[in-house]
């Protein structure tokens, strides 16, 4: 075993729950995006859910935030909910939508940039600055944060599209539940 065989193994999972085509969960961050409009992006399926536009917005500041902690900043925080999942119109135009893809693509590299910097795995093992858990225990939470609100904008998705929005799953290939991978029975063979 190499130096830095796990951060090779994390850097491939960042990768390609991203933006990976062949991930074993499914589609990617960016393929599921792929399909969200810019009018889809600002609406909610209840008043009290966040927009796809807010949970972009998030998964972008928690990248920044694990940035900031391979940097070594103890202070830096996300304490806000403007910090959070920003303070966005309900309306997102062509440009906004736009850019808050570029800014998710810009922290993923920085993220990836951050990580390439190191030559071993034994900062894996470090206590984040400012917080009482390992870089590796932050590294697999943001990848399984990632899948958790991509899970939640696939399923926004369908919810607005049935409700007279324009997805792209909305198609004569998708299953009864709306999902144009196939049903369930096709793919697990756990029932």
């Known amino acids: 075993m190499t130096p830095n065989d796990e951060?090779?193994?994390i850097i491939d999972l960042l990768n390609t729950t991203y933006e990976g085509e062949e991930a074993w969960h499914g589609p990617s961050v960016v393929d599921v995006l792929r399909g969200v409009t810019p009018d889809m992006?600002?609406?909610r399926i209840s008043p009290n859910t966040h927009?796809?536009?807010?949970?972009?917005?998030?998964m972008?500041?928690?990248?920044?935030?694990c940035v900031k902690k391979m940097q070594g900043d103890e202070l830096?925080?996300?304490?806000?909910?403007?910090?959070?999942f920003g303070a966005l119109p309900d309306k997102i135009d062509d440009f906004e939508w736009e850019a808050l893809e570029m800014e998710l693509s810009l922290s993923q590299e920085e993220l990836i940039n951050e990580l390439d910097k190191r030559d071993d795995d034994e900062f894996l093992e470090d206590i984040v600055p400012g917080r009482d858990y390992?870089?590796?225990d932050m590294l697999h939470g943001i990848i399984n944060h990632d899948m958790y609100h991509t899970g939640q904008i696939m399923i926004m998705?369908?919810?607005?599209?049935?409700?007279?929005?324009n997805s792209r799953y909305e198609d004569d290939d998708a299953d009864e539940y709306g999902s144009p991978f196939g049903s369930s029975s096709e793919h697990d063979d756990y029932y």
């Not at 927009?51 to 998030?58: M, P, R």
């Not at 830096?76 to 959070?84: A, C, H, L, R, Y």
């Open 134 to 136: 390992t870089y590796y």
């Open 76 to 84: 830096f925080d996300i304490v806000t909910p403007g910090k959070n």
């Open 7 to 9: 951060l090779i193994r």
């Open 157 to 165: 998705q369908k919810a607005l599209a049935q409700r007279g929005g």
């Open 60 to 65: 972008t500041s928690w990248r920044i935030f």
């Open 41 to 43: 992006a600002g609406r």
């Open 51 to 58: 927009s796809i536009a807010e949970l972009v917005f998030h």
